[in-house]
């Protein structure tokens, strides 16, 4: 296993200056979405310092982020080492050709070609979960081809006879899209699946209760659930209305990922479902959410993604988010050494 270590102090220099240059201080993302631009990766990749099967760890808390492939037993093997995961957290392609855009990384392929790659991931996962474990799946439906993937999907996890479904969970976005000819769309679906008996905590949101009802007779007395309850807020549920979509104004948002998962949903999933210093894994890295969460709330994170490019975000990210306290760089540019000038991207 090859391995690069840094201490991940930060490799680049304050991004404030990127105000000065550019687009001259317009909140409009600095970097276009990083799937449909095949020339921008081109001059990004010489900036990655991961290639193909090459792994860099985090001397501070031990973190891994690789370049790797989720279908290759060697490459899961090889970034978890002897280790086992107490939980999983997967955002994979939804086979679905987002903004009518078919791209390496958002791509559109045969549903049985989809099935296949599924099943090959879902394998690997299970065989370096804990023999008590969690493993979350987000997962798309297009509505215009039949809601696939996610109802083959769901089917193709029953030959998982390890893995048992625990929960379908919805976050309802802020932001959606439709017609004034239809429904707004304002969801996307996450799957709970477990493997053994793993423990599960119960948090709250900060919605406060406000809906009276659930009548019920405690020690002789008729309470009603305001009355009886251990919080003045909400538990989650199934259907999380609190979260907001990640959009360019929000801190955490990282220009050039494309529907990134919010960070509070993922730090939802970790608290819920690990403990402190738990190893937690994602597969898809993408944007390094997963790792920032762990980073935030003590846990190890390895992560990978295929694209050195999504790779050396995710590095970029922490090391951002260590040397600043930024969870992601809103509008700015996390490759301050290029920018956008007269239409094209320019070494500054």
């Not at 860099?56 to 370049?67: A, F, P, Y």
């Not at 939980?87 to 050709?97: E, K, Q, R, S, T």
């Not at 987002?98 to 065989?127: E, Q």
Request: aromatic share 10%.
């Amino acid at each position: 296993m090859k391995v690069r270590e840094t201490q991940a102090l930060g490799l680049f220099g304050d991004l404030g200056v990127i105000e000065k240059v550019g687009n001259k201080g317009k909140t409009t993302e600095r970097l276009e979405r990083l799937d449909l631009h095949g020339v921008l990766k081109s001059k990004i990749q010489p900036l990655c310092r991961l290639k193909y099967g090459e792994i860099w760890e985090d001397r501070v808390k031990g973190h891994r982020v690789g370049v790797l492939d989720a279908t290759e037993i060697e490459d899961v093997n090889k970034i978890v080492g002897s280790e086992k995961a107490k939980l999983i957290i997967n955002d994979p392609p939804y086979n679905v050709a987002v903004g009518n855009a078919n791209t390496d990384r958002l791509f559109k392929i045969s549903l049985r070609d989809y099935s296949d790659f599924s099943a090959k991931w879902v394998k690997n996962a299970t065989k370096i979960m804990d023999e008590n474990a969690h493993l979350y799946i987000w997962m798309g439906a297009d509505y215009k081809d039949n809601f696939q993937p996610l109802p083959d999907f769901m089917i193709m996890m029953r030959e998982f006879k390890e893995l048992k479904p625990k929960n379908l969970i919805t976050l309802r976005n802020q932001r959606g899209y439709g017609t004034q000819k239809n429904w707004m769309w304002i969801r996307q679906e996450l799957l709970h699946y477990v493997k053994g008996k793993p423990e599960f905590k119960v948090v709250y949101t900060d919605i406060p209760k406000i809906l009276r009802g659930y009548y019920k007779v405690i020690n002789g007395k008729l309470l009603e659930n305001l009355e009886r309850s251990k919080s003045n807020t909400i538990r989650p549920g199934n259907v999380w209305v609190d979260i907001q979509q990640v959009f360019y104004r929000l801190e955490e948002n990282v220009p050039g990922c494309y529907a990134q998962k919010p960070l509070r949903a993922i730090e939802r999933l970790i608290l819920t479902s690990s403990k402190n210093k738990n190893v937690v894994l994602d597969f898809f890295a993408h944007s390094g959410t997963t790792l920032i969460a762990g980073e935030r709330l003590n846990r190890k994170v390895f992560t990978f993604d295929v694209d050195p490019i999504f790779a050396e975000i995710t590095i970029r990210r922490l090391e951002h988010f260590r040397k600043i306290g930024k969870t992601g760089w809103q509008w700015r540019n996390p490759f301050p050494e290029i920018e956008k000038q007269t239409g094209e991207y320019k070494w500054i």
